[in-house]
């Protein structure tokens, strides 16, 4: 990676630093791998197909790990680039060969980068591949016999071979497996039938049931005869494969062009008939195709228009209004658009975006958060691909003042002398931080924050009125008048206390109502004088509640009812069940 420099006249002793820091690579950089050794290894991709799934990756050595990549301009529409792992993928939907330069960086400080140019074809998808010979010619023991079977479509190369467990060929006949041609000398006479399949380099295949028939005689002439009268048209830089049929003729058939030429980049199979290729310019070629076989032969007049491919199509921009937004409040819209070719970039040609807002070129998104002055911006977009076509659209975004701030606390709780107080004023709307303040006076003790919070310990009684003011950043406001009312604090309840306890051979529980006794556990509780309490005993298995024994309770009941006026206690005896 080079390293470069804009200071002239540098001292021999840095230049020297320099270049011993830098591995003596020098001071400027090129594409290739850099001093740490990071390299880009991959020298070329695949080619893909038009509306197929396509996956490639990137890869690079040297350096350190992890790796990020990036890639200008943006690969074709609907395929994406893994910064983390350098891998491309997805459906593409355009047919044509970009160019991108792809950049590897390492994660060593100061990073290495290091770029690779490479070229991306996607192609448009192969014709069905589907084998077109229905039947073979017969053939003569001891003559030779050669006859292609013809498939058209697919993508070449083509692989032949005959489906095992459906028959042979005749004995001395075999199958090319390249060319689909059955060729040899036939050793013996009959009849044999056998399927022939066909694959082509993506995996598609079909197949064709056929039979030859043998005789044990010569063959009665029978000249060859082309009965293709015309060929369909192709196109530059696509792959072109199509047979010219003939029936009849003797042993092998031989092919060649007698007059004229074919397009540039296809060629004709001397042994199937079969023209293919990939034409490299446009233009109508006549010629004259000729077949010979045992000593005869046919000629037939024809010609291939190759076009030029259809240009790609133009951008075009889909976004015809844009929703309103806010001042103080995030701004978020992606423009759209369809067609183009390779990456978008995105641009203002007149007008002017609001205040606060501002457009990624890149990816056509509009963001920011608006500032004042509110009011409508008319603005014009422009979107241009790779290839120099473009679309422009006329938009307007229209930015309003937000709603000022409302009050929505209308009354304020009391307080009580001694006792904290602390109460958040609330209010909805505005922008930015809300400021709190207030006219008149607080309860004393009690302070006011700019954060709307009352709070403090008040000391006095009584009713404070006063009105408080919200404003946002804008200066927009709202009032409330408001008060507090502090009332004096509460006496302390005068208590009296009950004691309770249990005693006899037998166990049992006593609990109160209201609650705060349940002796054994708890035996003492105290309440409100003149509160009136109520008494349950009730005894543990295996013994029996005996009676209540002094004070005011003093009876055999399971309950006691009595007023707490003053200090009081109650004894519950239990026995047991035996006694």
Known sequence: MRRGYSIGNIVCAILLSCLYVLGLTGCGGDSGPTPGGLSITTTSLPEGEDNEPYSASLSGSGGTLPYRWFVSPALPANLSLDTATGAITGTPTTQATTTHTFTLRDSSVPSETVQQTLRLTIRPV??????????????????????????????????????????????GLNL????????GTPTAAGTSS?????????????????SITIGAGPAPPNPPNITTTTLPAGTVGQPYS????????????????????????????????????????????????????????????????????APPPSPSITTTTLPAGTVGQTYNQTLGATGGTGGLTWSIVAGNLPAGLNLDQPSGVISGTPIVPAGASSFTVRVADAAGQDDTQALSITINLPAPPNITTTMLPGGTVGQPYAQTLQATGGIGTLTWSFTGSLPAMLSFSPGGVISGTPTNTGTSNFTVTVR?????????????????????????TLSVNTSGPGEGIVT??????????????????????????TANQGSTFDEWRGGPCNNRSGTCQLTMNDNQSANARFEDEDD
């Open 242 to 309: 199509q047979p010219v049929q003939v029936t009849g003729g003797t042993g092998a058939l031989t092919w060649s062009i007698s007059a004229g030429t074919l397009p540039a980049g296809l060629e004709l199979n001397q042994i199937n008939g079969a023209i293919s290729g990939t034409p490299t310019a446009a233009g109508t070629s006549p010629f004259t195709v000729r077949v010979d076989s045992g000593g005869q032969f046919d000629m037939q007049a024809l010609s291939i228009t190759i076009n030029e491919p």
């Open 176 to 183: 090319n497996s390249t060319t689909g041609a059955i060729s």
């Open 126 to 171: 192969p014709a069905f591949l589907g084998i077109i010979t229905a039947s073979l010619p017969n053939g003569t023991v001891n003559q030779a016999y050669n006859r292609p079977v013809q498939a058209s479509g697919g993508t070449p190369p083509l692989t032949w071979n005959i489906v095992a467990g459906t028959g042979t060929l005749p004995p």
């Open 512 to 537: 109160s109502n209201p609650g705060g006794i349940s002796c054994p556990s708890t035996c003492v509780a105290s309440f409100p004088r003149g509160t009136i309490v109520t008494l349950t005993a």
């Open 472 to 496: 946002d950043t804008l200066n927009l406001s709202d009032t409330q008048p408001l008060s507090i009312t502090i009332s004096a604090a509460n006496p302390a309840p005068d208590l009296v």
């Open 194 to 210: 056998f399927t022939v399949r066909v694959t082509d380099a993506r995996g598609e295949s079909d197949t064709e049931r056929l």
